[in-house]
């Protein structure tokens, strides 16, 4: 039987046959061409997660896609080719793919095999920890191919266990109830991985994301690098310490912030694992109050770590996550010992462009030059497509304090 088609309009039909993957409601067409009213966004048609044709506004066809009448995102495109439709051996194959470009990634027992729009396959999160894995089914579509995915991944990996944390945040806005269940074998409380020597305890049925933030790894590598025996780092939002962790690897002497407790116990034990306990010091509390406290009583550090979480979900967010940033910025810069470092993450898409003017108006205010000694992004494993810009979420600036020229 044939797939249902779905007109778009000559911007969207563009942008997909240039490799983007969403098309939005208002982006579809009726079928005597015109855009829909914007009170009945997806109409009668296809149910959510339907595969579906996607042909321009002429009737050519454009991509197979999931179909959400429920999303703001009506179509992910998934394949470019009339000839590829989407059937258990495109998913083999692009599941093949996506584990094989990991292989080149080394060091480590835990890494993200599949990234979703970036690996073709929208919606579908695969994480390696050890010889367990976690996966997300964050699109309509994709939870209906939940057996297929289920099987391909059994079949070629043979992992000891499969869990999938399908959590609200990535759900909601598909119109999906959130799940976690155990899909296949056993997962532990706690997986041992190793990354670059350190070792971690992963919890996959109650940490953020699927368990550790696999995209920091660069961050963790360049800051091994960097850090001088002996050096004051703060490592605030530490969750359970990889950074402040891999700082005290190198000899630094560490305080970690984190509000969550139980994200600081495994914290502890992160650090205990490492032999690195006696030079962290732990502090259950709130950044937002914590930073500028500290200010005041004359706290210097040699770096500061910003990583906090998403300041902004979407563009309605901007104004508050702005505000949110531009405080912890203040306060983290009236930290810094004379030559020190702040090494400031952002995984909040909307506010990626904003970040060096907020963090402009937040020097001018402590009266301090800044040099941006580096950028990177997040880890090779969560490739960035240059054509679909979310694919690039995570931001890191290392930013230090620099001499006024001298007159
Ligand atoms: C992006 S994660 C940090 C990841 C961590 N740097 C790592 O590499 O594992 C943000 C963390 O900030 C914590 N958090 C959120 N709000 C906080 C607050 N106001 N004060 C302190 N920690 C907070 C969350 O519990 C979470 O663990």
Redesign the pocket.
């Known amino acids: 039987m044939s797939a249902p088609t779905i007109a778009v309009s000559e911007q969207a039909a563009k942008r997909l046959r240039n490799y983007d993957c969403w098309v939005f409601q208002d982006e579809l067409l009726r079928p005597d061409g015109s855009p829909p009213a914007p009170q009945d966004p997806g109409r009668a048609g296809p149910p959510p997660g339907e595969i579906v044709e996607v042909a321009d506004r002429y009737g050519a066809f454009v991509a197979y896609a999931f179909y959400n009448p429920r999303s703001h995102i009506a179509l992910r495109a998934v394949s470019l080719c009339a000839e590829e439709p989407v059937d258990r051996a495109l998913i083999a194959r692009r599941l093949a793919h996506a584990i094989a470009r990991r292989g080149r990634l080394t060091g480590t027992t835990a890494r993200r095999l599949v990234f979703s729009e970036a690996d073709g396959l929208p919606g579908l999160v695969v994480d390696q920890y050890a010889e367990y894995l976690v996966i997300q089914l964050r699109s309509a579509g994709m939870d209906r191919l939940r057996p297929i995915v289920l099987e391909i991944l059994r079949d070629s990996l043979q992992p000891k266990g499969i869990l999938e944390r399908s959590d609200k945040e990535f759900r909601e806005d598909e119109g999906l109830q959130p799940l976690t269940q155990l899909l296949s074998g056993e997962v532990p409380e706690r997986i041992l991985i190793e990354e670059d020597g350190l070792r971690f305890w992963v919890d996959p049925h109650h940490g ?1 994301k699927t368990g ?2 696999l995209d ?1 790894r660069t ?2 590598r360049r800051l091994r690098e960097l850090i001088q025996p002996d050096q004051r780092v703060l ?10 962790i891999a700082a005290a690897s190198r000899g630094a002497r560490v305080v970690c ?4 407790e139980p ?1 600081l116990e495994l914290a502890k034990d992160n650090a205990e694992l490492n032999g690195v306990s006696d030079r962290i010091e732990w502090v259950a ?6 930073l500028p406290a500290q200010a005041q009583a004359d706290t210097r550090m040699d770096w500061v ?1 910003l ?4 300041l902004a979900k979407t563009k309605s967010h901007l104004t508050q996550g702005r505000q949110a940033l531009h405080h912890l910025v203040v306060h983290a810069l009236a930290l810094l010992a004379p030559e020190g470092s702040l090494l400031l ?1 952002m ?1 909040s898409y909307p506010l990626l462009g904003l970040v060096e003017e907020i963090v402009r108006i937040a020097a001018a205010q402590q009266r301090m030059r800044l040099c941006v000694r580096e950028q990177w992004l997040q880890a090779e494993d969560h490739p960035w497509i240059l054509q679909i810009p979310p694919t690039r979420y995570l931001t890191s600036w290392l930013v230090g304090r620099d001499a006024r020229p001298a007159a």
């Open positions: 953020l550790f933030y920091q961050t963790r490592d605030t939002f530490s969750y359970t310490g990889s950074l402040g912030v984190e509000q969550h994200f509390g709130d950044a937002f109050y914590w770590i990583d906090p979480p998403s993450s995984c």
